[in-house]
């Protein structure tokens, strides 16, 4: 059996030095951060990519979207995704299937959602030709959408065959799906677990379009997503990397939560 490798993604504090930031998480245990995004902002990327490399760390994709007909240039991604030494490239963000969180309070109607669908199947050939997985990384409301009954996520499933996923467990289990069950239908099309768990409860965001209701996040494994039974299907898909979020945090602190999370997934057996 071939283990996950553990990767970390967000829990960067305010007013904390990113790369500082990331010496502890490699000091941990872990072996990947996932967005590479934050190099691209300063004056040197390679610079700041051969520094996290030098910890032990290494970026595992790059952000991108099609939101609102935007179209990124494929040149330019990979370009960038071959200084960071990465082969995947993430859809985060969107808007057509990602309605509920973004600028907008109004579903979107289908063939606005469609044309998104139909992008991302573009960009994915498009990708593929140079090494470069694309991936779309799932929410709750991909899944309560519906178009004459099918949820959004599986129309994406099935019109943009070669876009991979990123499934995010926590935010599967929120909608009421089973996510062990999800990566199995899924199988070899998982490139990435995204280990989010939440606790009874809820919280909001404030979003430009007013509060958003999110689950009450918890340190992953401590809360009601049984990770076990979702690293066992990600192993048997074949699936390297599981990376842990957290977006709120209320009684640990965040290194107390990376912690703790590296700490249950590794006694799991199935992440190293």
């Not at 498009?126 to 996520?153: A, S």
């Not at 990376?243 to 190293?272: C, F, N, P, W």
Request: net charge negative; proline share 4%.
């Amino acid at each position: 059996m071939e283990k996950m490798k553990a990767g970390v993604t967000g829990f960067m504090p305010k007013d904390v030095d990113y790369l500082e930031q990331l010496q502890k998480y490699a000091k941990l245990g872990y072996s990947y951060y996932e967005n590479a995004r934050y190099a691209f902002t300063q004056p040197d990327p390679k610079a700041v990519i051969d520094r996290v490399h030098d910890m032990g760390l290494k970026y595992l994709a790059l952000g991108t979207t099609v939101h609102k007909g935007a179209y990124p240039d494929v040149k330019e991604l990979v370009r960038q995704a071959r200084i960071a030494d990465v082969h995947m490239v993430g859809m985060y963000h969107s808007g057509a299937t990602f309605w509920r969180f973004a600028d907008r309070p109004d579903l979107p109607e289908y063939d606005e959602a469609m044309l998104e669908i139909e992008n991302m199947e573009k960009l994915a050939v498009e990708l593929g030709k140079e090494g470069i997985d694309f991936f779309f990384h799932n929410h709750d409301q991909e899944f309560r959408t519906t178009y004459n009954g099918v949820p959004l996520f599986w129309m994406i499933a099935a019109k943009a065959e070669h876009v991979k996923f990123e499934v995010d467990l926590g935010w599967v289990h929120y909608a009421g799906w089973d996510p062990a069950q999800l990566i199995r239908q899924l199988g070899d099309r998982v490139v990435i677990l995204h280990v989010k768990d939440y606790t009874r409860g809820e919280n909001c965001e404030n979003k430009p379009t007013g509060k958003v209701i999110v689950p009450r996040y918890t340190t992953p494994g401590t809360g009601l997503v049984d990770l076990e039974a979702c690293f066992h299907a990600g192993v048997d898909a074949g699936v390297k990397y599981a990376v842990i979020e957290q977006d709120m945090l209320y009684h640990l602190s965040t290194e107390e939560s990376v912690r703790t999370a590296y700490a249950i997934m590794k006694e799991t057996g199935y992440v190293e």
